[in-house]
């Protein structure tokens, strides 16, 4: 099985300064199957209160936050 909730897309938002990565997730996400996962690894401390904000707001799951070289990675899947 290869649905969507096998399907990882990354996206490498370091160096990108809020909004910057809180837009390229919504775009990638709305370009993704329902339950389908989004990585993104981001370096502003911003990035670690906008985006489970913008989850919360876009109906996203936030499934966890961890470190990953020196930046935040956000584990979240589509809503």
């Known amino acids: 099985y290869s649905g969507p909730m096998n399907q990882i897309t990354e996206c490498d ?3 990108l300064r809020c909004p910057l990565p809180v837009l390229r997730a919504r775009k990638l996400l709305s370009q993704m199957a ?3 996962v989004l990585h993104v690894l981001a370096d502003d401390p911003m990035a670690q209160i ?3 904000h913008f989850c919360m707001q ?7 936050v961890t470190e990953r070289d020196g930046a935040h990675l956000f584990e979240i ?3």
């Open 13 to 15: 938002a370091r160096g």
């Open 34 to 36: 329902s339950g389908a």
């Open 50 to 52: 906008d985006m489970p």
């Open 58 to 64: 876009a109906g996203h799951h936030m499934i966890a």
């Open 77 to 79: 899947r589509r809503g």
